[in-house]
């Protein structure tokens, strides 16, 4: 299928725009006096205020943070204005996502506005010389400060909007816009395989070496010392490592939108080789805990130095 139509058929542009208000202020004379006090340069330091107690102000910060996150969890980057690549397939559970975080973000945003003249009070006294009732909003203006947007647009191929210019032109725009959108095609692309590398990397460097061995060490029982054997790993394994590959095979299928058949292929080989071992069997201290050790990070190494053959390395400019 021809990159316009495998755009136009299963994919849309995704954007998320949120504001949150900062809570802080730079006080410019309390700078100047901690400055001249120590003798030190007027560009030696600031003194950044918290106009509210963090834990306030925190909350719609962390639930625009965790969106931002999840946003690029089920999406592709695409192109240089922020908008990034989401797949037909996945896109009621992007839009299922993007609301969930949306009905918490205004919901952590009224809750600041009930409290926010009572904490501005509060302030007042925790300040003292350094509160300054000009570094506050009113309440109209503090919530016009806090913005969830979310856009959702078609990708332009190159037969959206030429048809009514001249023929000259509309090719030039036309081949413009097609070899961009074969370029962002690649490099949405090269995303699925560096996430799965580096996700399979991760596993297999924690996983070589790896080893745990009996050692006596001293303990304390019931006010004696006593000798007693323990099982000491070389390192500490995080269940983590395998969490995000059961996490990539379950999204990484939708987001193949060219139905690449060597992504299929290796979605498929790092389910069924790396993610049947939970971290705890890899902890276990007996034969067949380490032959299952040893399997994992052989298959991981090998995937890995395969995949990294499918993307290109980022180049330092």
């Known amino acids: 299928m021809e990159t316009n139509n495998i755009l136009s058929e299963r994919a849309v542009l995704t954007n998320i725009s949120i504001h949150c208000w900062g809570g802080t202020k730079v006080d410019r004379k309390a700078t100047k006096e901690i400055n001249d006090n120590h003798g030190a340069s007027y560009d030696a330091g600031t003194y950044v205020k918290n106009l509210l107690p963090k834990k306030i102000v925190e909350v719609p910060q962390q639930i625009a943070r965790a969106c931002r996150k999840q946003h690029e969890r089920l999406t592709l980057p695409w192109g240089k204005a922020g908008y990034r690549l989401c ?10 996502m993007v609301n969930e975080y949306r009905d918490q973000y205004d919901e952590a945003v009224a809750k600041l506005l009930s409290l926010y003249d009572n904490a501005v009070e509060r302030r007042r006294i925790e300040l003292n010389g350094l509160f300054n009732e000009n570094d506050y909003p009113s309440a109209d203006d503090l919530r016009s400060r ?48 560096k996430r799965l590398h580096d996700k399979v990397s991760n596993l297999a460097d924690a996983l070589d070496g790896f080893e745990i061995k009996s050692v006596v060490k001293s303990r304390k029982r019931n006010g004696r010392t006593v000798q007693v054997k323990v099982d000491e790993p070389s390192r500490r394994l995080y269940d983590s490592m395998v969490d995000h590959l059961v996490d990539l095979v379950d999204i990484l299928p939708a987001l193949n939108i060219t139905g690449d058949l060597q992504i299929a292929g290796f979605i498929k080989e790092v389910q069924d080789k790396l993610t049947k071992a939970d971290v705890d069997t890899f902890k276990q201290n007996t034969p067949q805990a380490e032959a299952v050790r040893a399997q994992v990070k052989d298959d991981a190494s090998d995937i890995a130095d395969r995949l990294a053959g499918f993307f290109s390395p980022i180049t330092e400019e």
């Not at 797949?87 to 299922?96: L, Q, T």
């Open 146 to 193: 806090y913005v969830f947007d979310r856009e959702v647009v078609p990708v332009p191929v190159a037969g959206n909007f030429v048809a009514n210019l001249f023929d000259e032109q509309a090719n030039e725009i036309r081949e413009d816009l097609e070899k961009r959108n074969q370029d962002d095609l690649k490099n949405a692309t090269d995303d699925i395989f």
């Open 87 to 96: 797949s037909a397939e996945g896109f009621e559970r992007w839009a299922e």
